[in-house]
């Protein structure tokens, strides 16, 4: 596994917009199943988003020599850093404004939801296009078949973390649950959107370096 889908992986589970659904949902909900739907949702979508270009990408590969590098790889990788930098420029002027600091409406009805729509706002949440580049860097380093199936269980494994381990302990725990929710809640309500904003500019810098390296060396 390289080092580039271990930081994908790493950027991909520590989404605060998922954490905060899911300590949400588990302390105005006492049916942990609908966090575990949400978790498995997340799972399924990233491992779908990078899976799709995988396939293409060595769908596309396979055409040509083994050893050629495809400067369209770096550019998927330019272009998803362009616009997640959009996304951290966006979300740092909405932290500027007094209003747009509490969280998202839709926020006030994940306590509510059943196992379905739990899992379908696992599926909405995940910002697949870090699964996009996850997928650009597989079919980057020419693994063989086996190879990428393993690297995609991999990229999926560590890019869920944060979404099933917590749900996991206070599975297990439920006597801490109360008091580690309502500790959770606090800090995030309170630092959500500079947690958005320092993720995504990394990200971003992080993909557009990546993708103009790749590109000149095609």
Request: charged letters at 15%; one cysteine or more; glycine letters at 8%.
């Amino acid at each position: 596994m390289s080092f580039n889908l271990l930081l994908l992986g790493i950027a991909t589970t520590i989404s605060p917009l998922f954490i905060i659904a899911a300590v949400v949902m588990m302390s105005e909900s006492e049916k942990m199943r609908t966090s575990w739907a949400a978790a498995f949702g997340w799972a399924t979508s990233i491992g779908v988003a990078c899976l799709a270009i995988v396939l293409v990408g060595g769908a596309v590969h396979g055409s040509g020599s083994p050893h050629r590098r495809h400067w369209w790889l770096g550019a998927i990788d330019l272009g998803i850093g362009l616009v997640v930098a959009f996304f951290a420029l966006r979300e740092f002027r909405r932290s500027r404004s007094t209003s747009a600091r509490e969280l998202p409406k839709w926020m006030n009805r994940v306590g509510t939801m059943s196992v379905i729509p739990a899992y379908g706002l696992g599926l909405f949440l995940p910002a697949n296009v870090l699964s996009y580049a996850a997928g650009s860097e597989i079919v980057q380093q020419q693994y063989h078949d086996a190879e990428k199936w393993i690297a995609v269980a991999l990229y999926v494994a560590i890019g869920s973390m944060l979404e099933v381990l917590p749900v996991l302990y206070l599975t297990v725990r439920p006597k801490n649950r109360e008091r580690l929710l309502r500790t959770w809640h606090r800090w995030l309500d309170s630092h959500w959107q500079q947690a958005l904003v320092g993720l995504f500019s990394a990200v971003s810098v992080f993909l557009m370096v990546k993708g103009v390296v790749a590109i000149l060396r095609a």
